[in-house]
């Protein structure tokens, strides 16, 4: 077998459905071929040229088993060898990129009014998750009641923001105040009630959009030098406004190797991370797509922080280059709870 080379799916293939399994045809082939979901998984992983030892592990079978497939599957001309290299941008970001993106982009939305109802039925079966992260409260760890966010640090008007915002490296420690923790936080996080989502039930309304109101984020705050709150690490509760003292003074030089050593975490005051609470939007949505949404939410949240962090006279620094395993430790995050961006802040440098 070709071992140094790639292999792809013949691109003439054909697939049909017959009882439990598939019928796989070409016109390049003498015959037709009965499959089962094993093979079917291979050759759908082939669209693009894969390389034999990433296929065998993706290929959810025992190694040995994997490779006697795959060599039957090149045997019988379903797959082929080939020298091409995976086109850009996979050449650079990977075949898991790509395969991510391939099952997103293969979502089928449903209009048949039958096949909704049947899916918002099977949806109802399953409780839904908690709207709030509530086992932070359930610890009855200290809480600190942030005042609610004033109108004379969140009154710059929407063009002078939108000119002024930027992404800062600090050079120096600033510090910054508890109410413009409370107005920067609060202006992208907090709830602004609820609202009835049929039989979906309530869902919150927030500054930022989320599929069916689905908001997963859930914000976690570090505090380095804040005047009016303690130094600690915080999980923001959005339904009361306040924050939950959940560990100790984070130490900024760890911090600063979790964000990649960028510095910006050695000088900020406070930072957020934004976590995605996964299972609020796996329980209504199902398809891979969903996975999308969680990225998009983080893009929708993390510009609110940074004009809210504008307007209430804050620097702010924002970096997805963490390690992800690190900072769910650090917080002591569930398994479906995902880090998904760091935002530093810092109090503006004031004039001799």
């Known amino acids: 077998m070709t071992a140094d080379l790639r292999l792809r799916r013949r691109p003439t293939l054909r697939v049909r459905f017959r009882g439990s399994g598939f019928v796989v045809d070409s016109p390049e082939l003498s015959r037709a071929y009965e499959m089962q979901l094993p093979a079917m998984r291979i050759l759908s992983l082939c669209e693009l040229p894969v390389a ?74 399953r409780e839904p998750p908690a709207l709030t992260t509530t086992r932070h409260r359930d610890e009855g760890l200290p809480v600190v009641e942030l005042e609610p966010v004033t109108e004379s640090l969140m009154s710059t ?124 939007l796996a329980w209504k949505y199902r398809s891979p797509r969903t996975y999308r949404d969680v990225w998009q939410h983080t893009g929708h949240a993390v510009q609110v922080l940074q004009m809210a962090a504008t307007s209430a006279g804050l620097e702010s620094f924002i970096t997805g280059a963490f390690s992800d395993h690190e900072v769910q430790r650090e917080l002591g995050l569930e398994a479906d709870e995902w880090p998904t961006f760091v935002v530093a802040f810092n109090g503006e440098a004031k004039s001799d």
């Open 157 to 280: 008007p929407l063009n002078e923001i939108l000119v002024h915002r930027r992404t800062a490296r600090f050079a120096a420690s600033n510090p910054s105040t508890i109410d413009q923790v409370s107005a920067v936080v609060g202006a992208t996080f907090a709830s602004q009630g609820k609202f009835e989502a049929g039989q979906f039930g309530d869902v919150h309304m927030k500054s930022y959009p989320a599929a069916g109101g689905r908001h997963d984020l859930d914000a976690y705050v570090l505090v380095f030098d804040v005047e009016g709150l303690a130094s600690g690490t915080y999980w923001y509760d959005d339904e009361y406004h306040s924050l939950r003292r959940i560990g100790p003074t984070p130490d900024r030089s760890r911090w600063d190797l979790l964000t990649g050593a960028q510095g910006p975490l050695l000088f900020a005051s406070f930072a957020c991370v934004t976590v995605s609470v996964t299972a609020r």
């Open 52 to 125: 034999r030892n990433v296929l065998v592990e993706w290929a959810d079978l025992e190694s040995d088993a994997a490779r006697a497939l795959i060599d039957n599957l090149e045997r019988e001309g379903l797959l082929v060898a080939t020298e091409e290299q995976l086109p850009t941008p996979w050449d650079r970001w990977g075949l898991a990129a790509w395969f991510a993106h391939w099952e997103g982009a293969r979502t089928r939305f449903l209009h048949v009014e039958e096949e909704v109802v049947a899916l918002k039925q099977d949806i109802l079966l």
